[in-house]
């Protein structure tokens, strides 16, 4: 007789709260369902009802995380519909915005997959070495989150040229942050036991399923938006696209590590650009929308994002269709869960980066016969921990 | 406290954990996020309700030891902000049950989350 445990409601750090359904039987994961629409809110719809400028405002709130990709997105499918090239400077400032966004987002996935795996010091350490992420995104926008800094065809604010030496200082001192969780990561045996071998994805799998960004390019799929479309300053940079052949956690978590390298990289490169630009060359002047339709990619922290516009010549969409990237990695939990232990499943599901604090708060075990309460969430974070302690007293 | 987050865009979620985090940390006043609503005092709302977070929100409301204070948490809690014209919109957290603070912003920074609830000590 399996058993059904659901995930959820609330998925708080994730743009998409779902309930998961666990069918297991022992500990062992059978089948897996999910549940959408308890964070509907439906921001196609409302983005009709907006003028172009307002609509950046409300995309930029599709996610609280990836708070940029979404203008980022929407930005190049406007100026695509309208043909306007933007300034050096400006794709030099949006660079600079998008990767210390995937920074901070993948630093954020690293502290939750350390709380999950019980190593509640990693969760601690890593949301400190965030804020100085944070403290920048203050400096150069004026808000921790939400930056709205896009518009058509420039950006609101400058990067003047005398806080590149400030900038300059934050990245040195991330990237020794950098390489000491690096090391604690790869060399630590625990972390290895825990998550090589789980929740594998295959090359196939993630092509059967359409999985995009890190999810993808830990299974050997070499697939990104910056280099593949290219936009803003992606193509007037060296760097490279990170990819992992394994497919499981480990390899997710190293790909993840990487990039953050990759960004930092960028952002400099980014920062020595502006250098030579003018200061305050940000815009290009607009005239009208033009009747049209257009489409928009960005490569957000989690994957593709997808901006599908259509416009009549007024001041606002007639159509906007969004499609974000852990609506499609989400899927790839039949694949990466099903066989596990329900203590593996926890971190396989936290991979996706769908951010998996919600067991802390409404995922209860049902006995599917009785309805009788089994586990709740922190019982079942505390399942996923002991395993590790178990490991960990192994190996000593 | 218990944390619901409801139809959201994270920032508000995530600007709450960053209490949690060593810059900021809430449990020098005490303060800890539990699992369940039953071990809570206070209850942590943000995002806008949606019709299927609003059930669940009262069912929630009601199964809370009481007294429980109730804090609105961002433009969205307190308002509905920017969602509040949205086809799916169940009114703002005050509509649905009683809240004995609101904390705007969008999001609020962990400073104004932080002096909210300490507000909340003295009541």
């Known amino acids: 007789m399996s058993k059904i445990i659901p995930i959820g409601p609330y998925h708080p750090l994730q743009e998409e709260p779902e309930l998961f359904k666990l069918y297991c039987e022992g500990e062992i994961v059978k089948d897996i369902k999910w549940e959408t629409g308890y964070n509907h809110r439906g921001i196609e719809k409302l983005s009709e009802s907006k003028t172009f400028d307002q609509v950046f405002f409300l995309v930029e709130r599709v996610c609280g995380i990836c708070s940029t990709s979404h203008p980022f997105a929407f930005a190049n499918c406007m100026e695509e519909i309208a043909d306007i090239e933007i300034t050096n400077r400006t794709k030099y400032i949006r660079s600079i915005i998008g990767e210390l966004e995937r920074i901070h987002s993948h630093l954020l996935w690293l502290g939750l997959a350390g709380h999950f795996l019980g190593y509640n010091t990693v969760f601690m350490w890593v949301w400190k070495y965030r804020e100085p992420v944070l403290d920048l995104f203050e400096m150069i926008t004026g808000n921790r989150n939400s930056y709205a800094m896009f518009k058509i065809g420039g950006v609101r604010r400058d990067i003047p040229n005398d806080k590149i030496p400030a900038i300059q200082e934050v990245l040195d001192g991330l990237k020794k942050k950098l390489d000491l969780l690096t090391g604690a990561v790869m060399d630590d045996p625990v972390i290895h036991a825990r998550t090589k071998g789980v929740g594998v994805l295959t090359r196939e799998d993630i092509i059967d399923y359409a999985a995009v960004g890190p999810t993808a390019r830990a299974s050997g799929v070499d697939i990104d938006v910056r280099r593949d479309d290219p936009y803003a300053a992606y193509p007037l940079v060296n760097w490279k696209v990170i990819t992992a052949k394994e497919g499981d956690v480990f390899a997710k978590v190293e790909v993840r590590l990487l990039e953050m390298y990759e960004s930092v990289s960028i952002i400099e490169q980014c920062l020595e650009g502006l250098k030579n630009e003018k200061e305050g060359d940000i815009e290009v002047p607009i005239d009208e929308i033009p009747a049209g339709m257009g489409t928009g990619r960005a490569e957000a922290p989690r994957g593709e994002v997808f901006h599908f516009v259509r416009t009549d010549g007024s001041n606002f969409p007639v159509r906007h269709k969004i499609r974000a990237p852990s609506y499609v990695n989400i899927a790839t939990f039949r694949k990466s869960c099903i066989g596990q232990t329900i203590s593996d499943a926890t971190i396989s599901l936290a991979a996706v980066d769908p951010c998996y604090c919600c067991t802390e708060r409404m995922a209860y075990a049902y006995d599917a016969v009785t309805g009788k309460k089994l586990l709740n969430g922190s019982e079942l974070v505390k399942l996923s921990q002991d395993r590790t302690d178990e490991i960990r007293k192994k190996s000593n | ?123």
């Open chain 2, 1 to 123: 406290m218990f944390h619901f987050g409801g139809a959201s865009c994270n920032n508000c979620d995530i600007e709450i954990l960053a209490c949690l985090t060593p810059r900021f940390d809430v449990e020098r006043f005490g303060m800890q996020l539990v699992g369940t609503i039953r071990h809570a005092d206070v209850l942590l709302v943000n995002g806008s309700i949606n019709q299927k977070d609003k059930v669940r929100l009262l069912e929630l409301y009601e199964q809370a030891p009481k007294p429980i204070l109730v804090v609105a948490i961002g433009a969205c809690g307190c308002t509905g902000g920017i969602f509040a014209e949205g086809n799916t919109f169940a009114g703002p957290v005050d509509k649905i049950i009683p809240v004995d603070a609101y904390i705007p912003g969008c999001p609020p920074k962990p400073e104004a989350i932080i002096a909210g609830i300490v507000k909340l000590l003295h009541k």
